[in-house]
């Protein structure tokens, strides 16, 4: 196993670089999903160390701090353990993308599999159905892709780069995973003492049934964006597709007289003192 120091690389700070390998047929939208995500000037010193083979670095919240991420596009060419080896110190996670509304790209996924098992065991991956926003003419249903899913023992999103929906949330648990998985939350973890403001944003998520929910409570668009980077699991973001229960409501109210109690606003209300986004 490639050791935790290669694995994650610290930068800057309290921030950290991950590698993730987009990989699937051509024409899945892959180059949708990172033309939809912000990208680091190149002149930043962050990225002058880049190979030109990057197609995007961009940077997610993780648990509240920044993680800066290299995303390689396969484009669909050529088998996986040539792609695979032809960088240099390899990825540390795969995205499996597909189209969902054209069955012979769920199908290929299979072959991708087999490839990423032979030549990279182990290696934390997730299944990604694009194009959401083309759910009319859907050709693989959302139930199919999530037993296909469990069976294969990955996490399951259904994106759309169009309407900027649950692309940085899925690279957020693909990177969770990573850490997970190759016993680097001793880096990770850091912190001794975790922060007051970091264990309020824990207990609201706990609340939440739907991620996307959060953009609705009364509370500054900061901390909306640090509460969702505490998200863990795809259930939360597939929640806001499928029909809103009856006990969502009430769960919402608790969450607003969560945050209306007097510590929550003596809490949220110095920004600068209880959160650094940057």
């Not at 309290?14 to 024409?27: A, I, M, P, R």
């Not at 991620?211 to 980077?229: D, G, Q, V, W, Y």
């Amino acid at each position: 196993m490639v050791q935790a120091n290669e694995l994650l690389q610290r930068r800057e700070g309290h921030e950290y670089l991950l590698k993730f390998l987009l990989v699937g047929d051509s024409d899945v939208g892959k180059n949708e999903i990172t033309d939809s995500l912000e990208t680091f000037p190149a002149s930043t010193p962050s990225t002058s160390f880049v190979s030109p083979n990057v197609s995007k670095i961009t940077s997610i919240l993780l648990e509240g701090r920044r993680v800066r991420i290299q995303l390689w596009d396969t484009s669909g060419q050529g088998r996986f353990a040539t792609i695979f080896r032809s960088f240099s110190r390899g990825a540390q996670g795969v995205l499996l993308v597909y189209d969902i509304t054209n069955r012979w790209s769920f199908e290929g996924i299979r072959r991708w599999l087999a490839e990423i098992d032979e030549y990279a065991p182990g290696i934390p991956k997730i299944l990604i159905g694009n194009r959401l926003h083309l759910e009319f003419n859907r050709a693989v249903s959302r139930i199919e892709a999530e037993a296909f899913a469990r069976k294969k023992k990955m996490q399951y999103f259904e994106v759309s780069p169009l309407a900027y929906f649950n692309v940085l949330e899925s690279l957020t648990e693909l990177a969770r995973v990573v850490i997970s998985r190759n016993g680097l939350r001793q880096l990770w973890k850091f912190r001794e003492v975790p922060l007051l403001q970091d264990l309020c944003c824990r207990a609201i998520i706990q609340l939440v049934e739907n991620i996307h929910a959060i953009e609705r409570l009364p509370i500054p668009s900061f901390l909306k964006t640090k509460i969702r980077s505490f998200a863990q699991g795809a259930h939360v973001c597939t929640a806001a597709l499928l029909p809103r229960n009856l006990g969502q409501e009430s769960k919402n109210r608790r969450i607003i007289r969560f945050l209306g109690s007097s510590v929550s606003r003596n809490l949220f209300r110095s920004r600068s003192n209880n959160c650094s986004l940057m």
